[in-house]
């Protein structure tokens, strides 16, 4: 078999197929019609994600939210540590002279004479006392 121009630049329109010797080689005819459009082959895999692109820019701030409940009310602290005692102030004005008290007196008692009788006089005295009011009963 031999090969007609095969490989030979001076020449691309030839055809390089085996002939028999000593047919000549052929020329390469007119390209023929286009032919129809194959069936879609099967999804190729998943390729490789892609680099993360970059960070937007920061969106406006939104308005506030409503103001929520009150929570509960937590427990009294503990009683702090009792202060120290304040200066002294100065001293009020004197109040205004109140009316004289009246005293009731008591009776009378004579004097003990002797030994004997001072029992029974220091006993009388006692009694006039509680009865003018000087001495409780």
């Known amino acids: 078999m031999a090969y007609c121009n ?5 020449q691309p329109d030839r055809c390089c197929m085996p002939a028999p010797p ?5 020329l390469q005819g007119p390209a023929g019609v286009t032919g129809p459009v194959g069936a879609t082959g099967p999804t190729g895999a998943t390729g490789a994600d892609g680099a993360v692109g970059a960070t937007g820019p920061t969106g406006a701030t939104g308005a506030d939210g409503a103001v929520g409940a009150t929570g509960p009310t937590g427990a ?6 009792v202060g120290a005692t304040g200066p002294t102030g100065a001293t009020g004005p004197t109040g205004a002279t109140g009316a004289a008290g009246v005293v009731t007196p ?6 003990a004479s002797s030994v004997d009788n001072i029992v029974e006089q220091f006993n009388l005295l006692l009694r ?10």
């Open 106 to 111: 008591a009776a009378a008692v004579a004097e």
């Open 6 to 10: 095969c490989g030979e630049p001076s």
């Open 128 to 137: 006039n006392m509680r009865e003018a009011g000087l001495l409780e009963s």
């Open 22 to 26: 000593p047919v000549p080689c052929c």
């Open 76 to 81: 009294t602290g503990a009683d702090g540590a």
